[in-house]
């Protein structure tokens, strides 16, 4: 559903408390289900929007979970009642991951448009726990918040959480006005310095999302100090695999609340629409994502880099800056080797 309760500053959806028109019925979302499991077993998250403000969810849930898919919801927290998180307990919920962007109420409402979100979402993380349900913490960091990362990963660890993962903007929706907050290369490096060697501290899991070239940084970081690049021991398996950077298309795709596929949420364009294909029609045959594939098609410095096929370039960001998806990640400080800058750069 794209329905939501708050009003995030930097929600991809633009979502509002809906209703919105034209939502996939419960039994359309049944036969996606049952078309997805037909040939893969991939993680199916649940999301929105708020996907506790469907009524359905957990109908959806249970029958996703029937046929073995390991399936995780990501609300924003305030509607995480004790009941709710017994019941997402009792259906087999996976995980839960709840965002929190600031370490204190006042930011993080003034972030997330409602008073009292923080207080809801720690309520939230804290019910899923007593109910037996792992919590991952989300936060969104932009030039606004990332001065309190270290702040937010204490939080993450004091409250219990399984993992951190610190998601870089990506301005799309109404992230689109908080596109001047975005972290400018050179601090968006330091920022993914500083992650590398917070996971070194650290005993949670940290896994940076939305930011593919933190791969390119894990290899070089481990290579420089003669250590071998390895899954974190509390990684817990596939919930949280460290494969390569960008996923859309690849490993990974958004079906929004209307039946469009897409790469991911954030990657506005089109692969095919679940309700005039088969989902695995459309992740076999889409044209989009066969081009997604093929990383000889990356243009700029992501085609010549030498960390191309553990990073790839964010192509959602590609694509919001520049109308072409294929083109080089704009956020990225990187300068591959044999780079040419071209002459209107110097």
């Not at 390991?70 to 709840?98: C, F, K, Q, W, Y």
């Not at 997330?112 to 939230?124: H, T």
């Not at 899954?231 to 950077?245: A, F, I, K, Q």
């Not at 098609?297 to 998806?325: I, P, Q, S």
Request: hydrophobic content about 35%; aromatic content about 8%.
């Amino acid at each position: 559903t794209r329905s939501c309760n708050l009003s995030c500053a930097h929600c991809r959806a633009s979502a509002i408390h809906g209703p919105y028109e034209g939502e996939l019925s419960t039994e359309e979302c049944f036969t996606l289900v049952d078309q997805i499991a037909s040939f893969a077993r991939p993680i199916l998250i649940l999301t929105g929007g708020d996907p506790l403000m469907r009524a359905d969810i957990f109908d959806i849930a249970e029958h996703a979970i029937g046929r073995g898919l390991r399936t995780v919801m990501s609300p924003n927290g305030t509607l995480v009642t004790p009941e709710v998180a017994r019941r997402m307990h009792d259906v087999g919920i996976a995980r839960v991951s709840i965002s929190i962007d600031f370490p204190s109420a006042a930011e993080h409402d003034e972030f997330r448009g409602v008073p009292g979100a923080f207080e809801g979402a720690v309520r939230g993380v804290r019910n899923c726990l007593a109910a037996d349900v792992e919590v991952q913490i989300n936060s969104t960091i932009t030039k606004l918040n990332a001065h309190y990362l270290p702040d937010l990963l204490k939080l993450a660890e004091d409250l219990g959480a399984v993992s951190f993962h610190p998601f870089m903007l990506v301005p799309t929706g109404r992230g689109k006005k908080l596109e001047e907050q975005e972290l400018p290369p050179e601090e968006y490096e330091r920022a993914l310095e500083w992650m590398y060697d917070a996971q070194q501290e650290s005993d949670l899991f940290m896994k940076p999302t939305d930011v593919p070239h933190y791969w390119r940084v894990m290899r070089q970081r481990a290579r420089a100090q003669g250590r071998k690049l390895e899954v974190h021991p509390h990684s817990h398996g596939g919930m949280d695999t460290l494969s390569r950077g960008c996923l859309a298309g690849i490993g990974f795709c958004f079906i929004s609340h209307r039946g469009d596929v897409q790469g991911c949420g954030y990657f506005d364009v089109v692969a095919g629409n679940v309700r005039t294909q088969t989902f695995p029609e459309i992740w076999r045959d889409s044209p989009l994502f066969n081009e997604l594939r093929d990383l000889d098609n990356l243009k700029g410095k992501c085609g010549v880099c030498e960390f191309k096929r553990v990073c790839g370039g964010c192509r959602a960001r590609a694509y919001e800056a520049t109308g072409d998806y294929l083109a080089e990640e704009p956020y990225c400080a990187y300068i591959p080797k044999g780079w040419c800058i071209p002459a209107a750069e110097i």
